[in-house]
């Protein structure tokens, strides 16, 4: 059974290389008991998008972009 | 003149490629460089190689994506040339040794049994549409790479910034794959709770 610490690992190494088969059905039997993990994998992938976008010159800088503020 | 903004305008009208609007993006393209590259006189040169590219093949701008993404894929390109030349390793030594603190931290947010302890444990953010509409977290995102140690920054950002495959990465820096996915999962866990407390929390105390 994988503990929270090592399933982090694993939610980052899914993004660098396809996880073989105990791997995956390991952190899908982890995740679906595990919120906080779930959000962690979660964060990566926003992290993961947010570099894509700001690389292809996506990101909304200082002339444009939203005012409302999706934190309130 | 802003460019357009590939978010805001799906439907971009064609727009040419001028040298004011060139000139109208370029503070965010010498952003992009200097995180990656860590050299404001590297970065300079790389843009303004970037600005040349773009003009000298202003036909083959087909208006499909907007300036501003079309002329960022030149300026990665330009950057990765840069950085091939470049060839310097990073000792392996050097870039784990930056990031022994970094292992306490991850002491504090996992107890014994490598569960998150109660504080720690992470919460859902905002929806990533949202955020990426917001300019605050775009300022909050740039000031965390900002903050990233240098050579780790690197080395995530030659994987996610310029989107080099790992055996490229391992080669040009004499890594290991192992030390390769360490090194890019503490990048990741830092930008994360960098993010945490500058944008999610917005100065508060982060795990």
Redesign the interface.
């Known amino acids: 059974m994988l ?4 399933v ?2 694993l939610c ?2 899914e ?3 396809p996880l073989g088969l105990w791997e995956r059905l390991s952190l899908k039997a982890h995740l679906m008991m595990c ?3 779930s ?2 994998r ?30 309130c | 003149m ?1 460019a357009t ?4 305008s799906g439907a971009a009208k064609p727009q040419g490629v001028s040298g004011e609007a060139l000139m109208a ?1 370029r503070s ?1 393209m010498l952003r ?1 460089a200097q995180l990656q590259l860590r050299d404001s006189h590297a970065a300079e040169d790389v843009v303004q190689e970037a600005i040349e590219a773009a003009l000298g093949h202003a036909e083959s701008f087909a208006g499909r994506s ?1 300036l ?2 079309w ?3 030149i300026l ?1 390109n330009k950057i990765i040339d840069h950085i091939r030349q470049r060839d310097r390793s990073i000792a392996v030594s050097s870039l784990m040794g930056e990031d022994e603190d970094f292992d306490q931290k ?1 002491d504090q ?2 107890n014994e ?4 302890t109660a504080e720690c ?8 549409e ?9 300022g909050a ?1 740039e000031a965390c790479l900002d903050v990233m140690p240098e050579k780790i920054a690197r080395v995530f950002m030659m994987r ?4 080099l495959e ?1 055996g490229e990465i391992c080669t040009q820096l004499g890594l290991t794959t192992t030390n ?2 360490v090194i ?2 503490r990048a ?2 830092r ?2 709770e960098c ?1 945490e407390s500058g ?2 929390r ?1 100065g508060g105390q982060a795990c």
């Open positions: 503990n929270c610490r090592e982090t690992h980052s190494q993004l660098e290389r919120d906080g993990c959000n962690f979660g964060q990566m992938t926003t992290i993961r998008e947010a570099m894509r976008t700001y690389r292809e010159g996506r990101a909304v800088t200082s002339e444009q972009g939203s005012d409302r503020d999706p934190r | 802003a903004d590939g978010v805001s993006i965010d992009f907007s501003k993404t002329v960022f894929a990665r991850l947010l996992f049994q490598g569960r998150w444990r992470p919460a859902r953010w905002p929806d990533p949202d955020s990426m509409a917001s300019r605050q977290f775009w995102f996610e910034f310029l989107g790992s390769l996915h890019l999962h990741r866990l930008l994360r993010l944008w999610i917005s």
